[in-house]
């Protein structure tokens, strides 16, 4: 068993144990997750994590590997963690004072919360994109060169038109708004919206992208596009993907990671968890049954 | 079907559309085998009225396939079931196939008994039929048990009856061909017996179908062109 927060505190342990349903007995007895979580020279690795907001543990010894040039998606009902253990890797949850994050997580080796690496650089390398699309009330090409700018990406102004350029057609943008790169970034589409969105987070050239829920706000036609999008961005980075439309999952992704209660229930292959589960809470969870 | 738990979506009218489809699925499955039952009565007694009703029935199989086509189509659009529902659904729409090539069957034991029925007696023939008929009736029956009761042991053991039944239908084979040397004058009937045992022979063919989507609903496996001894070693 990990440390937790009560271990560092000193206080008896105290967790916050799930209402008993009629998967109880299941989910108590699972003490290890179905499937293999570890790839062969991950991008990411993560081993045993816990995650606390103050008392209350939100993840439970969660370990999973993210691997290069694949979609993994992460699935489960509403409070399972899979949003909280995204945000972990790339410390967005540093903003969070009562969180505390135990057990290991890795980026090529390199330890995610160790002294040597930089938050800030860290999420240049892991970059997000949201539920919620969310410009700055810049230009187009402003909220595209931002990250670039502060990080010193661009020696002169051909190479950061050169980055902007490059980083919306990445995302299947650049046809669309080529015209009018100064105008606002939030007068456009919510589906445009949230391409630009990850144009800006391309445009750092980073290795990983976290999408948590990336096109819950979409119609399914902007939906399609980012979708297709992931598809190609796979080819060039490790996505990691929280979504609530299973449907989505398993159209997007490679590997599916099925969370419950705080705990990683099942990791597979997409077409088999999707098809043949292994694990009955996930099975449950995927066709819509009570448990 | 219980171990499905069909009853246990949140959304309760996906529980009535599963179970609407497996009742009918069970339906058809036991007007089918009904079918195929007095198809071979009529062949067997020479009762050609019962053969002529038997080819008249079909349609009713014929219609509960398109009906149960259309609701799986309908929750497949509607629903976009996955895991155990999804292999429900893709069973189901594999087993009323093979359900309607049975009737199919059946509807040409149905015909041919009328032929035969006005016909002299050829020696042996009813008797070599049916051996062939109840082997073939009893896997059937069986095949079906085990898709209504997710049986996948039964499935296996069931289907492996059909190496019995292309033996059985072999030496029908041989003894039909000895017929027609011994008598060529014969050869018209002995075409429609031949029709007949080919018709029983295929029967047990789409019985084994039905055991194998039994094993891939339950198993999720596909054993489709695997060895028996391959899928015993591993289900049994």
């Known amino acids: 068993m990990s440390t937790t927060a009560d271990d560092i505190l000193g206080r008896p342990r105290h967790l916050d144990r799930p209402v008993k349903d009629d998967a109880h007995d299941a989910f108590e007895s699972l003490t290890e997750t179905v499937g293999t979580v570890t790839v062969p020279n991950p991008k990411m690795r993560t081993e045993h994590v816990d995650v606390f907001y103050g008392t209350k543990q939100a993840i439970y010894d969660v370990s999973l590997d993210i691997a290069n040039n694949e979609v993994i998606a992460m699935i489960g009902p509403s409070g399972c963690g899979k949003s909280t253990f995204l945000r972990c890797l790339n410390r967005m949850n540093d903003t969070i004072p009562s969180c505390v994050v135990t057990g290991s997580m890795s980026l090529d080796g390199v330890d995610l919360y160790g002294e040597e690496l930089d938050p800030v650089l860290l999420r240049a390398r892991v970059g997000m994109v949201f539920q919620k699309p969310n410009p700055f009330a810049k230009s187009i090409y402003d909220n595209v060169a931002y990250g670039p700018r502060i990080h010193g990406l661009a020696a002169n102004r051909a190479e950061l038109d050169d980055i902007v350029v490059d980083s919306l057609k990445k995302a299947g943008l650049h046809d669309e708004v080529k015209d009018r790169l100064d105008a606002p970034g939030t007068s456009l589409s919510g589906g445009q919206q949230q391409r630009l969105c990850i144009a800006r987070s391309i445009a750092v050239d980073p290795e990983v992208i976290l999408m948590d829920e990336p096109c819950s706000a979409l119609d399914p036609i902007a939906t399609a596009r980012i979708e297709e999008l992931i598809d190609e961005l796979r080819r060039n980075y490790a996505i990691a993907i929280v979504t609530h439309s299973m449907q989505q999952a398993a159209r997007v992704s490679q590997r599916t990671a099925y969370f419950h209660l705080g705990k990683l229930v099942e990791v597979g292959d997409t077409r088999e968890v999707f098809t043949n589960p292994t694990h009955e809470l996930t099975e449950n969870y995927i066709t819509g049954r009570f448990g | ?236």
């Open chain 2, 1 to 236: 079907m219980d171990k499905l738990h069909l009853d246990q979506h949140i959304s309760q009218r996906f529980n009535q559309e599963l179970e609407g489809i497996r009742n009918k699925v069970l339906k058809m499955g036991g007007l089918v085998e009904q079918q195929v039952g007095s198809g071979l009565t009529a062949l067997l007694e020479g009762d050609g009225d019962l053969g002529s009703l038997v080819a008249q029935n079909d349609f009713e199989v014929n219609a509960l396939e398109v009906e149960i086509d259309e609701e799986c189509l309908q929750v497949l659009a509607r629903r976009q079931p996955a895991a155990s529902d999804l292999r429900l659904i893709v069973a189901v729409i594999k087993v009323i196939t093979d359900l309607e090539r049975i009737g199919d069957e059946a509807e040409k034991l149905g015909r041919f008994s009328v032929d035969l029925a006005a016909s002299d007696e050829i020696p042996g023939y009813r008797r070599d039929l049916r051996h062939l008929g109840e082997l073939v009736r009893s896997m059937l029956g069986d095949a079906l048990d085990a898709f209504a009761r997710l049986d996948v042991d039964a499935a296996i053991r069931t289907a492996a009856r059909d190496e019995d039944v292309n033996r059985e239908y072999e030496t029908l084979e041989r003894l039909l061909a000895t017929h027609l040397v011994e008598d060529p004058r014969q050869v018209s009937k002995l075409f429609k017996i031949t029709w007949c045992a080919r018709a029983l022979e295929r029967i047990g063919d789409h019985s084994v179908n039905i055991c194998e989507y039994v094993v891939y609903l339950v198993k999720g496996r596909d054993i489709r062109h695997t060895s028996f001894d391959q899928i015993r070693s591993e289900f049994l």
